[in-house]
C-alpha cells in the first residue's frame, strides 16, 4: 500500500482520498486521519510546546490501516493550497506508539517518539530534497519491515533552514496523522531511541542553527537522534512493547503497497 502527507491536507493513494482541513480555530473534519492544526503559522523554537504536533493541533478521530514496509508519501502545499514555500531544510519523520487505545484517545504531548527516516541534501546535488515539494512533487518513506503491530502516530516534519543562520531562526512544520500497523513484526525502538516534543531538539543544536547552510559544500548534520534500528522484542513476554507510552510514575505494562497523506500550512 503507498501514503501521502501535505502540510496542512493530507490524502492517501492506494485507498480513497482522505484530505486534511485548512487550518483554523474549529476542527473541520473530525473524522480524519490528520491532526488539523489551528493556525499555520510556522512555529519559532524548539522548546515550543506545538513542535508535538503542530499549532493547537486537534485530535483526530481515524486512523489509516497500513503494513510494515508500506510507503508513505507526503504532499505539501500552503494553507492557502498554493504551492510549498520553501526549499532549505531536512524532512524527518518519526513514530511514536499510542498504546493499546486508538490514537484517537492519544495525547501526543506524551509521545516518546523513534525516528524512521531523515533526508537532507540530494547526493551529488546542493539542492535539499524540500525542494520537490515546491516544484510540486511529494516527500516519500517507508515503515520499517520488522515493526510490531500497533496504533500508531506518525510525526512527518519539514525543518526550514532559510533563515536559520542565526539562533532562532528555524522554522518547523510538523503534521501528525494516525496508524493501524498490522502484521507479525516484533521490532521496537531502544531507550536511547526516543525522544519527546519539545524536548527532541534545542535552538543551539547542529542542524537547526546552521551559519553556513547556503555554502555548497555543506555537510549537514541532522538535529535529534539517529535512525532508530528496531530490536527484536522475541526476549520479551509475547506481546511485549517496551516503549508503549505510560503514565510518569507507573510501571511499564508489557504488551505486545503505497499510501499517501497530504497536509498544508
Same mark, same amino acid.
Given at each position: ?27 473541520? *473534519?473530525?473524522? &480524519? ?42 504532499? +505539501? ?6 504551492? +510549498? ?12 506508539? @499510542? ?24 547526493? *551529488?546535488?546542493?539542492? +535539499? ?6 516544484? /510540486? ?38 503534521? @501528525? ?9 516484533? /521490532? ?11 524536548? /527532541? ?15 555548497? *559544500?555543506? *555537510? ?19 506481546? @511485549? ?21 497530504? &497536509?498544508?500550512?
Amino acid at each position: 500500500m503507498v501514503v501521502a502527507i501535505i502540510s496542512l491536507l493530507t490524502l492517501f493513494s492506494g485507498l480513497p482520498t482522505t484530505p486534511g482541513a485548512i487550518p483554523g480555530s474549529e476542527q473541520k *473534519n473530525g473524522d &480524519s486521519i490528520i491532526r488539523q492544526i489551528r493556525d499555520a503559522s510556522p512555529i519559532k523554537g524548539a522548546n515550543n510546546e506545538a513542535m508535538n504536533c503542530g499549532q493547537g493541533a486537534f485530535v483526530a478521530g481515524q486512523a489509516v490501516t497500513v503494513q510494515p514496509g508500506d510507503e508513505l508519501s507526503f504532499e +505539501w502545499r500552503g494553507a492557502d493550497l498554493s504551492p +510549498w514555500p520553501h526549499n532549505t531544510g531536512p524532512i524527518i519523520n518519526y513514530l511514536a506508539n @499510542c498504546g493499546e487505545s486508538p490514537c484517537s484517545e492519544f495525547d501526543s504531548r506524551k509521545a516518546r517518539l523513534f525516528k524512521i527516516d531523515q533526508q537532507g541534501k540530494k547526493p *551529488n546535488s546542493n539542492e +535539499w530534497f524540500q525542494a520537490d515539494l515546491m516544484k /510540486g512533487g511529494k516527500s516519500t518513506t517507508k515503515l520499517p519491515a520488522n515493526i510490531a503491530p500497533g496504533n500508531y502516530l506518525i510525526r512527518h516534519e519539514i525543518i526550514g533552514l532559510h533563515i536559520a543562520t542565526v539562533e532562532g531562526g528555524a522554522e518547523f512544520y510538523p503534521s @501528525c496523522a494516525h496508524l493501524k500497523i498490522e502484521g507479525s513484526g516484533n /521490532g521496537v525502538p531502544s531507550e536511547k531511541d526516543l525522544v519527546s516534543f519539545p524536548g /527532541g531538539y534545542g535552538d543551539k543544536d547542529a542542524g537547526i542553527i546552521v551559519p553556513n547552510v547556503f555554502d555548497a *559544500n555543506l *555537510n549537514y548534520q541532522f538535529p535529534g537522534p539517529a535512525v532508530a534500528k528496531l530490536e527484536s522484542s522475541t526476549a520479551e513476554p509475547e506481546g @511485549c512493547n517496551v516503549f508503549a507510552p505510560r503514565e510518569p510514575g507507573t510501571t511499564r505494562r508489557p504488551r505486545h503497497e503505497k499510501h499517501r497523506l497530504s &497536509s498544508a500550512h
